[in-house]
């Protein structure tokens, strides 16, 4: 039976009042020194390009690998955040990026959505075994890169390659996110997806040759406005709705290989409470920790540092310890 993870008490800062306080200052504010980063540019199985930016480490020590959330790369502050901590525990780490982002255009006609998993699948399953890469291997996704994790965990051969993964802030269910995120001061967070996604549509102009496509996009005021008006018909959907269905993380939940956490809070502008999985969901392999206030990707402390990570890295560390006894009784 798996071991229950109880990770320590957050006290969220009282100065940032809700979960848009929350998301905007862990997102812009907080500062965060920028890890020493190695690029490399991975040539893709079908000729797509994307980037990867490594971490060097203890080779004994694990490799703990990060997918990112929409529109972002290993510039964003978690991302920072995450990988200074591996820096700290003479960990190996790397942030792979999806299609498009990162400052690498990709060179086919599709970017990424929230099933996109083969990326991960390559890079897991295939790219690290045949370089030798050996020893323990951690997965974390935030936001749209979670969602993207949990179909690679229920569909990949992560019982090989991962020894555990967490899911940070993710959308479970498409439709609800894209419902809650047309109210209030979320519809701003969309605009600036927009704006990115618009921006990349006109550097590929003429290879995606749809100016209807683009037409739509510009026009685009809520989430299923860019789903239908780009998501879908890059990536082979009939529309958003079908999009939503097929894609979905929660539709996979059950079929997780390896332990997995997944963290959120309850007001986060993007994830709707009554979408996120709890203990009475069949979710498989996955515990679910939801605090009351931390916002989107935010968790940000009274002292105003992340209580993201040394949680994350708790949960892993259970793991690491786990494999250590092994490898001493071996």
Known sequence: ??????????????????????????ALLMPVPMPPYKR???????????AADWLDGDKSKPLFVL???????SQSRYARLLMNECLARGWRGVVLHMRSCGGVMNRLRNYYHAGFYQDIEYFLDELLPARGLEGTTFVAGVSLGGSQVVHYLAKGRARENVKA?????????????AD???????????????????????????????????????????????????????HGFRDAEHYYAEMSAKTCLKDIQVPALYLASKDDPFVPEKSMPTSKHPTGMLQSILTEKGGHVGFVNHYGKSWMV?????????????DSIIRKRK
């Open 67 to 73: 997918i990112h959330g929409m529109e972002g790369d």
């Open 310 to 322: 040394p949680t994350v890295f708790k949960y892993f560390s259970m793991f690491e310890s786990q």
């Open 40 to 50: 490399e540019i991975l040539d893709l199985p079908d000729g797509d390009i994307v």
């Open 1 to 26: 039976m798996m071991e229950k993870f109880q990770p320590k008490d957050f006290e969220p800062a009282s100065w940032l009042p809700n979960g848009h306080f929350q998301t905007v200052f862990a």
């Open 180 to 234: 809650f995120m047309s109210k209030g001061l979320s519809r701003y967070y969309v605009m600036k997806f927009q704006r990115s996604l618009l921006a990349k549509y006109y550097l590929k102009e003429a290879l995606i040759n749809d100016p209807e496509l683009g037409r739509k996009l510009a026009l685009a005021k809520n989430f299923w406005d860019l789903d239908n008006a780009a998501t879908a018909p890059l």
């Open 165 to 177: 993964a967490v899911i940070i802030s993710s959308p479970m269910d498409l439709g609800a996110s």
